[in-house]
């Protein structure tokens, strides 16, 4: 299961999303080490799901790599990381790496590719399939599924948010904004 | 010559319908339905889910283009940044969407709501609007409008103690929105002239700024209208949560300096 949308700002890059659970942490391992060799059949960009809140979240980090990339202002050497330092609010590409990128300890992940003109996206879905193991699930990625995945404690403290003044627990729509606006203006 | 800038702002923000809701010195406000990332509407976490606003800053061609662009830049990311701290104090402010600093864009949240002759909502158009609906003027006074008055004044209070100054205080700068309960709410926007400090003088000419704003906007009922600005001032100051963090002794500072600016005007030197 994927889905594909499009920017009205950038219509020219769709990007390409599918969620997977139920992945092993030696297979997250491997993953791990294959990317870091840059081995061209892992060119996606993965996620874990601790420290993300909410779809407009997830999206903005996304929108604001792609307005980077189309205004050749990228700070990471590919899009696939670009997206992951945007989703960050600190000013650091290996710590955002190390938070939001494949987590061994963290058996939920989101596979995200910016799909170049032409390029089918089944085929991604396929190819990506390919290099899970064992009983992994692919599943649709909603605002509930990730509510619910997010590490609120851990969240909080990367976002530093505990001091922020929010009524009660605070709902997904208020964390949303704030960790919308730490990604938008990490860095400036 | 708005047009000249409308098509450039067009440029920079392709496939996006833009109208124009005002025009200042440094910028336009535009107002759009279509979200720069999210096309569905139920993935958007804001009170307002169809309608966004833009605010593009133009280059000023007068300018040296590259100071231009570094003004550009840092105005918009300061007034940014502003809004996010006013959200993180949970002080009602238009939220954050999307900064592009590069091209001087904000995205940010539609706050308000259209009043019933189809004026936004802010505090002028609402109390012009309850001018003509009523000649014998109790509406201009009523209960509502003080427990809007006393709200703004509080609201004020509340960034003057966290040392934010807002710097451009008028009753076209607060918009009104009606919450759960149908009580109207204020929200601060713009913040192009936005500063922090915690000198007595910056929040007393930020309170004479708006003093002034409703004598000659409002002017009928301005004397009281001015009072309970200041009442919801006072009560936040001494408040629970501020008394311990010296709001009192800061609120003594402040409304002492009121009076002095009061007679000297805005400006602190006569020169310039």
Not at chain 1, 138 to 146: C, Q
């Amino acid at each position: 299961m994927y889905q594909v949308f499009t920017f009205p700002q950038f219509p020219e890059e769709r990007i390409f999303l599918s969620y997977f659970t139920n992945v092993a942490s030696d297979n997250l391992e491997h993953i791990k080490s294959q990317l870091i060799s840059a081995n061209k059949e892992y060119d996606y960009c993965f996620l874990n799901t601790n420290h993300l809140v909410s779809l407009e979240h997830l999206r903005s980090g996304i929108y604001r790599a792609i307005s980077n990339y189309s205004n050749s202002s990228m700070k990471a050497k590919t899009l696939n990381t670009e997206i992951i330092f945007n989703l960050s609010p600190v000013n650091n590409i290996m710590d955002s790496i190390k938070r939001f990128g494949v987590d061994s300890n963290c058996s939920n992940v989101i596979v995200i590719k910016v799909l170049k003109a032409g390029e089918p996206e089944d085929e991604s879905f396929k190819n990506i399939s390919e290099l899970f193991t064992g009983e992994v699930e692919s599943k649709e990625l909603t605002d509930n599924v990730l509510f619910s995945l997010v590490d609120m404690p851990r969240f909080k403290k990367v976002y530093k948010l505990n001091d922020a003044a929010i009524q009660g627990d605070g709902t997904q729509g208020v964390w949303t904004r704030l960790a919308v606006s730490a990604c938008q203006l990490r860095g400036l | 010559m708005t047009d000249h800038i409308v098509a450039q702002a067009q440029k920079i923000l392709p496939n996006i319908p833009l109208s124009v809701v005002s025009q200042g010195a440094e910028a336009l406000v535009f107002q759009t339905g279509t979200h720069p990332y999210c096309s569905e509407e139920s993935l958007i976490h804001l009170s307002n889910a169809s309608t966004f606003i833009i605010k593009y800053r133009p280059p000023k061609p007068y300018r040296h283009p590259k100071i231009d662009k570094q003004i550009t830049k840092s105005r918009t990311i300061a007034e940014a940044k502003f809004m996010s701290k006013l959200s993180k104090l949970s002080i009602p402010s238009p939220d954050l969407i999307s900064i592009d600093s590069i091209n001087g864009v904000i995205w940010m949240g539609y706050k308000g709501k259209p009043l019933a002759n189809g004026e936004i909502s802010s505090l002028k158009n609402w109390l012009w609007w309850l001018e003509k609906q009523d000649d014998s003027a109790s509406l201009c006074v009523s209960d509502v409008v003080e427990k809007v008055f006393l709200n703004i004044g509080a609201l004020i209070a509340k960034l003057h103690l966290n040392e934010m100054i807002h710097g451009d205080l008028t009753s076209s700068n607060i918009l009104l929105e009606e919450n759960h309960d149908g009580v109207f709410e204020a929200v601060l926007i713009d913040f192009g002239l936005s500063s922090y400090s915690g000198l007595p003088e910056d929040k007393a000419v930020d309170l004479y700024v708006l003093e002034r704003a409703v004598l000659s906007t409002h002017s009928v009922h301005s004397e009281i209208y001015n009072e309970w600005l200041l009442k919801g001032y006072n009560d936040m100051h001494l408040s629970k949560e501020f008394k311990s963090k010296q709001g009192s002794k800061k609120l003594v500072e402040t409304i002492k300096r009121l009076e002095d600016v009061r007679l000297r005007g805005r400006k602190r030197s006569m020169l310039g």
